[in-house]
């Protein structure tokens, strides 16, 4: 999933979350399927402390080949994309071909975007994914996350093209970005209490939970109920977390991960998991034990945007919270 879900060496099923669907080191399988690119040549320093500049100066600057570049259609519909075959450059180079008017992108919102991919020696078209009824998985851009020289600083509505050079990891791509929402990083999987529908759970004389999925459809985003407010220290933005969970799918209430069962606790980040997994941790005590819901958005992804096993899937975790080590 993501971000970096769940993530331990022993077992856990919630497996790591590829780094960001659109990083610079490592192109997203999702959208690339084997293909990757490499860090874009240099980006520009900061030029002053404000998210949105900082952004701004860390695209990949503007360049003669990429404006070459034919991109026609509307935004959020698969484009028709013109060039000369091969494409001759040796660094990245990026420009705006739609400027949009909506949300302007600041360090560590979420953008829901549509991309498709070039060969830029041969023209062919390598994938395209977003611009249908299968969502790509939103991506969080922040300073240094690679997507962030993809991104910028644009505006939601914006059509974006970013030519990346040949590396050792994968050959010259042109990329076509269309940035479709702009979400701000506070309000992007935020937790509400429990809807009328929501799971159960009972805890055995060992302290194992069981989780009962009731009738009904699944929730949107993620919702949260404290079963039982701890009295130790409030896990922050970052902190390192043990935990012990037992994760249920919505869709046939079947176990596909538990720590309970290994008999052992998992440790890692809250910045290392799945957007709804960290929105479950932080602001809870040491000792809360938590029941929490989380649609594909906020977990693995939709059905079609991602290879993980538990794409598509609406997730409960029972989890307990053991200890933490601030960041």
Not at 111 to 131: H, I, K, N, P, S
Request: a negative charge; glycine letters at 12%; proline letters at 6%.
């Amino acid at each position: 999933m993501m971000e970096r879900p769940l993530t331990s060496t022993r077992g856990l099923t919630v497996r790591i979350r590829p780094l960001a669907a659109l990083s610079i080191a490592a192109l997203s399988a999702v959208l690339l399927a084997g293909c990757a690119g490499s860090a874009p040549g240099s980006t520009p320093a900061p030029t002053d402390t404000s998210a949105a500049s900082d952004l701004c100066a860390v695209a990949v600057p503007e360049g003669d080949v990429a404006a070459s570049i034919s991109v026609s259609g509307e935004v959020g519909e698969l484009p028709t994309v013109e060039f000369a075959a091969p494409l001759e450059f040796t660094t990245a180079e990026r420009v705006v071909a739609v400027e949009g008017d909506g949300t302007q992108i600041a360090d560590g919102d979420y953008v829901t975007y549509a991309r498709v991919v070039y060969d830029a020696a041969t023209g062919e078209q390598v994938q395209a994914a977003g611009f249908d009824d299968a969502p790509l998985p939103p991506q969080q851009v922040t300073i240094g996350s690679g997507a962030d020289a993809y991104f910028g600083c644009a505006t939601e509505g914006s059509r974006l093209v970013v030519i990346t050079p040949e590396s050792q990891s994968g050959g010259a791509l042109v990329n076509v970005i269309d940035v479709l929402e702009v979400t701000p990083a506070d309000a992007w999987c935020a937790a509400t209490e429990p809807g009328d529908v929501f799971p159960t759970v009972e805890y055995s004389a060992d302290g194992i939970p069981t989780v009962t999925i009731p009738e009904g459809d699944a929730p949107d985003g993620v919702q949260l109920e404290v079963l039982e407010e701890g009295d130790g220290a409030t896990v922050e933005p970052g902190d390192t977390v043990t935990v012990n969970y037992t994760g249920v799918k919505w869709s046939d209430g079947s176990v596909f991960d538990s720590s309970y069962e290994r008999g052992e606790p998992a440790t890692f980040q809250t910045t290392g998991v799945v957007a709804g997994f960290k929105r479950a941790l932080e602001g809870q005590k040491v000792g809360s034990k938590i029941l929490v819901t989380m649609s594909p958005s906020c977990g693995y992804g939709e059905a079609g945007s991602s290879e993980h096993e538990l794409a598509g899937e609406t997730l409960v975790f029972a989890l307990e919270i053991i200890e933490v080590t601030e960041q």
